[in-house]
């Protein structure tokens, strides 16, 4: 028998839904001109209850003679404020490390990275609602507990928002590239002040979701930031007991996972943790706790991205059905969009 869907606290009656998750796209012309929106083509012909895309909103550097902006010039911010308005969903998205704290590299235009930042929290952030057609209320972190140009700011991308009761969604500002401790020109004030605010929301998210009796948590995030010692071509290494980086580099990380799985073990309830950066999808269950021992409860979800020497190979993303009447609450589907299949063409 079908379970019986829950009431929320409104006594609107509670179903399942699918949302889209997409990301580190587009990266070339090709991607821009015919990927992405053959990408949300498709996405707009499923019944998505919104959609999120998980940062990086060009290439790591600017691309000499390109036809779309690929540099970290203000038509690119233009650009992808089309595609996020071009979806009938509502349409959410968190900041990559290419759109803002690699802008600084000279390839990119050689920008002041927190000016750049402030320039999307203008352009994506300025009010609690989401882009897209269809709008949606978010809750903001608003305590100036960020950095801008001018010094303390809100962390105004940090958002929170729910679809009806049964599940808690959040997005966090954390970024590839050592979350701004290493590349072109690293900001260790930045990255102090960042991720204090990261682990606050997240924390208070987890106090939301529980208050609220969620019956699952998403959070979405730009960055990789490893999770063992088994995939050092892909993300940073770790001692997956202490969650420490040990490969020698600057570790923007250990303290937010740390906070991170403190968390996960004491919802008890699924968590979701979605994020781009390597350009690799897979899901899998790589958060392990002090003892060795891994978190069942937990599970990491990364989005198709670019691949870019293909063209339009990887240029698809990700369904997830939502029933938070169900045990896992999240079941996931890859939509591989016909129009972009390249290796072998659509049937």
Known sequence: MPAVADRDDRGIREEPYAIGL???????????????????????????????HDGDLKAGN????????TTCSDALYVQALGFFNALRAPAMLTPGDNDWTDCDRPANGGYLSLERLDHERQVFFSTPFSLGQRKMHQDVQTAALCLGVNGPTACVENRRWTHHRGVTYVTL???GSCNNLCDTAPDPAEWTARNNANIAWLREAFRFAAARQSAAVMIISQADPGWDATDGTRAPLRDPKTLAETDGQPDGFQQ?????????????KPVAYVHGDSHYH?????????AGRRIENFTRVETFGDNQANGNNDVHWLRVDVDPNSREVFSYQAQIVPANRV?????
Do not use: C, H
Not at 43 to 48: D, E, G, K, T
Not at 256 to 268: G, M, T
Not at 282 to 290: A, T, V
């Open 22 to 52: 997409w990301g580190d796209l587009p990266y070339s012309d090709e991607q821009a001109l015919v990927g992405v929106p053959n990408l949300i083509a498709d996405m707009n012909r499923q019944n998505l209850a919104f959609t999120v």
């Open 62 to 69: 600017g691309t000499t003679g390109s036809v779309t902006p």
């Open 173 to 175: 500002n954390v970024q």
């Open 256 to 268: 937010y996972l740390l906070a991170l799985r403190d968390e996960v073990v004491a919802f008890r």
């Open 282 to 290: 897979r899901i899998d269950k790589p958060l392990l706790d002090s």
């Open 343 to 347: 290796a072998v063409p659509a049937p």
